[in-house]
């Protein structure tokens, strides 16, 4: 029979090593499955694994490494109790309780794990280009976040993949910093909408390079260009540039619960605001996975948070 826990989290970014932090310390014992890492670029501790520096993460007035802050997070889940496991949640049954969680064979009669309360922080992904610098060069000129990282680019020559509000934003914020934003788009006009179009196109700092794709991100230690290719003659030209901001869109990791939780159109899990409970009561959802919004470590965190104060309420009621 698969032991019972007071609180399993699936997920071990900012948010849910935030939620084994204060379920720790409310001595709930949390059980974290924190992920394996993968061929995808999936890793336990979150995208921020895959990051350097991280400036904008209150208390560290020197900045941090992003992989040294989630280790840190980590240890302090740790310290107070929560167990680590290193593995990934291959299925999940949240139709009655306790809820049921499947490490390794999905189609196993029994689960590997039995929960009276759920918290999901599994996070999203940022979608890429699939390109074979691509991933070896984030936190190298490669980014998919312009709040995190504009800051490194000043008075540099960047460019912004995408043709979405996304995309135009980022581009937007970032003519902060850089001498000049380059908007590299598939197409000859924008699927944003029209006042983030007349925005962008206002701004001196930004050109549009249209029926573009990117072939090649060219640099070995860090970018040091594009290689471009037309969308409509196949003709190749390069793209001097420092910088790359991936904004094509993010996909949640959410298919452990469809057709389980209810979801926004977009496959973000929905949260009754201002708790983290989800459709199903004792099922909490904290950080990207719900936030289609921020997407920052500081939002995650404070998720996170509220995910395990949640929870540890929600026992409290339902125990007696």
Sequence with gaps: MPE??????????????????????????PLVLEGEPSSTGDQPGGQLMLTTDV???????????????????RDQAVRFGAKMETVKASRVDVSERPFKVWVGDPDAAEPTYLAKTLIIST??????????????????????CATCDGFFFRDQDIAVIGGGDSALEEATFLTKFASSVTIVHRRDELRASKIMQDRAMANEK???????????????????????????????????????????GHRPNTDLFVDQLDMKDNGYLITKSPSAATSVAGVFACGDVQDDTFRQAITAAGSGCAAAIDAERWLEANEH
Excluded: Q
Excluded at 5 to 14: E, L
Excluded at 124 to 142: D, Y
Excluded at 218 to 230: A, I, Q, S
């Design 55 to 73: 400036e904008n993460f209150p208390g560290f007035p020197d900045g941090i490494m992003g992989p040294e802050l989630m280790v840190n997070f």
């Design 4 to 29: 019972l826990h007071d609180v399993v989290i699936v997920g071990s970014g900012p948010a849910g090593l935030t939620a084994a932090i204060y379920t720790a310390r409310a001595s709930l014992n």
């Design 206 to 248: 930004i050109v549009f390079k249209w029926n573009s794709e990117v072939a090649e991100i060219v640099g070995e230690e860090k970018v040091e260009g594009l290689v471009l290719t037309d969308t409509k003659t196949g003709e190749r030209s390069e793209l001097a540039v420092t910088g790359m901001f991936v904004a094509i």
């Design 123 to 144: 996070g999203a992904k940022a979608l890429m280009l699939e390109l074979p610098n691509e991933t070896r060069l984030i936190g190298h000129g490669v980014s998919t």
